[in-house]
């Protein structure tokens, strides 16, 4: 699982950053999908810059409606359709979100030739596909805006072959129904609990990807035990009363709720455009003075978990 950051800026885009865009990249023996976190203006040529195509997205989670997280979907969509991808897509995001694409498509004399689903999601669960379960919170934005706790499942521990033949199962088709813990019958009669052959599970990792925020109650629960918690840093900490009265956090406070929340990793993106190379080193400073392993997201910077 990784990372991939297309976008990270605020606002408006700058020299060296794009607006606001992050690739999860899900690719495992179990699992093959690739899911889009916001799309600002651009996200599609960006996608050019790296190694991935956007016609193999499966989902696309919008956090709020302002341009800078918004603006790059319509065209996105468009040439998804163009270069004949029929890969279906189901779009996350507030109300207004289906008003907006179909609005776009319509007025432009566009369409998509795949399968497209818009979902406008409220507060809790939107999906448990059995290997990931996504949750809605609500934040602190002048417009309804999200943040998404992506958790995967735990991954079954390895099945002891030696221990089943020892105990006279042969290797076959069994296996496979074992391996998943499930309880089988064999062919002289004798029931086999798989569980009782498989190696401790692996933990799922957890992660928390934030809209624009102020700080807010609900972010505790959003951001809690994570392995990696990817917020906001829009301000320095002197300028903490503007950001928050905008509905935006300083890097300070981004590390500050890391360190509450309990998270292994925090990566802070959003970045004002008023910040050079020097601002941003001293936003990731303010950020490790409360919260040690923190990074600073750069465009096409790759985050493993």
Same mark, same amino acid.
């Given at each position: 699982?990784?990372?991939?950051?297309?976008?990270?800026?605020?606002?408006?885009?700058?020299?060296?950053?794009?607006?606001?865009?992050?690739?999860?990249?899900?690719?495992?023996?179990?699992?093959?999908?690739?899911?889009?976190?916001?799309?600002?203006?651009?996200?599609?040529?960006?996608?050019?810059?790296?190694?991935?195509?956007?016609?193999?997205?499966?989902?696309?989670?919008?956090?709020?409606?302002?341009?800078?997280?918004?603006?790059?979907?319509?065209?996105?969509?468009?040439?998804?359709?163009?270069?004949?991808?029929?890969?279906?897509?189901?779009?996350?995001?507030?109300?207004?979100?289906?008003?907006?694409?179909?609005?776009?498509?319509?007025?432009?004399?566009?369409?998509?030739?795949?399968?497209?689903?818009?979902?406008?999601?409220?507060?809790?669960?939107?999906?448990?596909?059995?290997?990931?379960?996504?949750?809605?919170?609500?934040?602190?934005?002048?417009?309804?805006?999200?943040?998404?706790?992506?958790?995967?499942?735990?991954?079954?521990?390895?099945?002891?072959?030696?221990?089943?033949?020892?105990?006279?199962?042969?290797?076959?088709?069994?296996?496979?129904?074992?391996?998943?813990?499930?309880?089988?019958?064999?062919?002289?009669?004798?029931?086999?609990?798989?569980?009782?052959? $498989?190696?401790? +599970?692996?933990?799922? !990792?957890?992660?928390?990807?934030?809209?624009? #925020? %102020?700080?807010?109650?609900? &972010? =505790? /629960?959003?951001?809690?035990?994570?392995?990696?918690?990817?917020?906001?840093?829009? $301000?320095?900490? +002197?300028?903490?009363? !503007?950001?928050?009265?905008?509905?935006?956090? #300083? %890097?300070?406070?981004?590390? &500050? =709720? /890391?360190?509450?929340?309990?998270?292994?990793?925090?990566?802070?993106?959003?970045?004002?455009?008023?910040?050079?190379?020097?601002?941003?080193?001293?936003?990731?400073?303010?950020?490790?003075?409360?919260?040690?392993?923190?990074?600073?997201?750069?465009?096409?910077?790759?985050?493993?978990?």
């Amino acid at each position: 699982m990784e990372l991939i950051f297309l976008g990270t800026s605020a606002g408006v885009p700058t020299r060296t950053r794009n607006m606001t865009s992050i690739l999860l990249n899900l690719q495992q023996p179990t699992v093959s999908q690739m899911w889009l976190f916001d799309c600002g203006e651009g996200t599609q040529h960006q996608f050019l810059r790296t190694e991935f195509h956007p016609g193999k997205l499966n989902k696309i989670f919008i956090t709020h409606l302002h341009g800078d997280h918004l603006f790059g979907l319509p065209g996105l969509l468009c040439s998804r359709s163009m270069q004949g991808n029929t890969l279906p897509l189901t779009i996350y995001g507030p109300k207004g979100l289906k008003t907006f694409v179909e609005t776009a498509l319509q007025l432009s004399g566009s369409w998509t030739d795949y399968p497209l689903t818009i979902e406008e999601i409220g507060p809790g669960e939107l999906f448990d596909d059995g290997h990931f379960r996504v949750t809605a919170y609500p934040l602190n934005h002048p417009v309804e805006c999200y943040g998404y706790r992506i958790e995967e499942h735990d991954k079954p521990g390895t099945l002891n072959a030696a221990a089943l033949k020892a105990d006279g199962i042969s290797p076959g088709p069994l296996f496979q129904q074992l391996k998943q813990g499930l309880t089988v019958t064999l062919e002289d009669g004798r029931m086999i609990d798989g569980s009782h052959y $498989l190696g401790p +599970a692996t933990p799922g !990792k957890t992660l928390a990807i934030f809209g624009d #925020t %102020a700080p807010c109650e609900g &972010a =505790l /629960a959003l951001a809690r035990d994570v392995d990696l918690m990817v917020h906001e840093a829009t $301000l320095e900490d +002197a300028m903490a009363e !503007k950001a928050n009265s905008r509905g935006h956090s #300083t %890097a300070l406070q981004a590390a &500050a =709720l /890391a360190k509450e929340a309990g998270a292994t990793k925090l990566v802070i993106t959003h970045v004002s455009s008023r910040y050079d190379a020097e601002g941003c080193r001293r936003l990731l400073e303010e950020s490790r003075s409360c919260f040690a392993n923190c990074e600073l997201a750069e465009d096409f910077k790759v985050i493993s978990l």
